[in-house]
């Protein structure tokens, strides 16, 4: 059976390449290189096995038939790559794996893993990020009503809708570069993690390894790192793929038929919409990312289920991690991908917006008849109750609510009518929305700013 992750139709090329059975088995061999490199320095290993071992390792091509008649035998993956690897250094075949474990190579290899995936998914989350922060800036001055519980509230900007999301999600950057330093993570400290196996200079092979794969060694682990690293990593990809569907859940309700205000670019004469009805123009790549999202939050129990093990290290996370670790990287991968194309070619309609404000009949002024009415002198229950008695008459009446309060006695008693006709001239005014959009876009950029700059500090 082939999943769609197996056919190519979710994720980047570049993701998916992080996670074949043969870039795998090229980082183990690779770990195995950089080992003998350094304990051929130390006297671990005679330095022409150590020379040679390097060498082979860097340009090595796994032969999958070889591995697999090994594995039948020996039914032990990573010996088999090992083994496969051994047999193509002839005479030093004996000093392939010197004192390491499993786990040395396979959790040394995931960290490099992760590096490039959480590389990949921060360049994906900036795109998202900078194409969210664009349509801010366009929509700014664009009013439109604002919904609590699905209902018509207070009228809002554009620019201030998109950019609540826009912080979520510039939120998700600053928690992926903050976790980066904590879930990269490599270790070759033998069986158990006690440095035995690598002789007296151990911590030192240990972290002049890890300097010529770069990533940081691990302080203190067991056999294994420590399962945490990876349900944080697991955790908030579950968390970033909920905010980006918060999003996308947003532009789905806006492009309903009966609101319209927003909706996905479609390329006319060419997409099906649905393969009855011409006419539709389904929301489909946001869709997706709500479907994707949904899948791969459930990976975050397994991975949480994990953290568990037995003493110093047991195999209860292997078989599962096969599945969810590569997943969540391809699945969020394709998240933030369908998720910018969306933003960027996203289509918004003014007229609706302000055909939608209509149809509230001003009833979106109700907290400032409330406000204004408590002002001069009314309770604030009997105020409460008079304007929602008139917005139903409004609502019943299809007439304006301000029209309903003007003929109420008790509202003129105290209202003069000049304030009635301030609230009608002020029609959908939006506060400051326009104001904190900018300051969402102010902040995400000082964010940008500093990653680019805490990037090029990494790269010197």
């Not at 200079?201 to 682990?221: D, F, H, K, N």
């Not at 409460?384 to 003929?407: C, K, P």
Request: hydrophobic share 40%; proline share 3%; charged share 25%.
């Amino acid at each position: 059976m082939t999943t769609p992750l197996d056919s190519g139709r979710y994720g980047s090329e570049a993701m998916r390449g992080l996670f074949t059975d043969t870039a795998r088995y090229r980082l183990w061999v690779r770990v195995e290189g950089a080992v003998a490199a350094v304990q051929g320095s130390h006297g671990v290993i005679p330095a022409e096995a150590a020379e040679l071992i390097a060498r082979r390792s860097e340009a090595h091509q796994p032969d999958h038939r070889r591995i697999a008649e090994i594995e039948r035998v020996g039914r032990h993956e990573l010996f088999a790559v090992v083994q496969e690897f051994a047999e193509t250094c002839g005479d030093h075949e004996g000093h392939v794996h010197h004192g390491l474990t499993s786990s040395d190579v396979q959790d040394t290899a995931l960290a490099l893993q992760l590096d490039g995936a959480t590389s990949l998914l921060g360049d994906h989350l900036v795109s998202l990020v900078e194409a969210l922060r664009d349509q801010v800036v366009g929509g700014r001055g664009r009013v439109m009503i604002g919904r609590t519980h699905g209902q018509h509230a207070q009228p809002v900007t554009l620019a201030f809708k998109l950019a609540v999301f826009l912080e979520q999600v510039t939120r998700c950057l600053q928690r992926l570069d903050g976790l980066r330093d904590r879930v990269v993570m490599g270790k070759v400290s033998g069986a158990v993690g006690s440095l035995t196996g690598l002789g007296p200079p151990g911590a030192e092979i240990q972290a002049e390894v890890m300097e010529r794969l770069g990533l940081p060694p691990a302080r203190i682990c067991s056999q294994a790192v420590a399962r945490d690293r990876i349900a944080e990593f697991v955790s908030w990809a579950a968390l970033t793929a909920a905010c980006v569907e918060n999003l996308a859940t947003e532009i789905r309700n806006l492009q309903r038929t009966e609101i319209g205000e927003l909706a996905e670019s479609f390329a006319v004469g060419e997409q099906i919409g649905s393969s009855a009805m011409p006419h539709k123009r389904n929301p489909v790549r946001s869709e997706r990312v709500c479907s994707l999202s949904r899948l791969l939050r459930s990976l975050s129990g397994p991975a949480l289920e994990n953290v568990v093990t037995w003493h110093e290290r047991d195999l209860a996370n292997s078989a599962n991690e096969r599945f969810t670790i590569p997943e969540t990287c391809v699945l969020l991968d394709e998240i933030l991908i369908t998720a910018t194309s969306v933003v960027s070619g996203l289509l918004v309609f003014p007229e609706r917006m302000r055909e939608n404000l209509r149809r509230s009949h001003d009833a979106h002024l109700s907290e400032s008849v409330l406000l204004a009415l408590v002002d001069n002198g009314m309770t604030r229950i009997e105020a409460y109750r008079v304007v929602q008695r008139a917005s139903s008459t409004a609502a019943a009446d299809g007439v304006s609510l301000l029209t309903v309060v003007a003929a109420d006695d008790d509202v003129t008693a105290l209202l003069p009518e000049r304030v009635l006709d301030d609230l009608a001239l002020g029609g959908a005014g939006t506060g400051r929305c326009d104001q904190l959009a900018d300051e969402a876009v102010r902040w995400t950029e000082e964010v940008l700013a500093a990653r680019r700059g805490d990037r090029r500090c990494r790269e010197q």
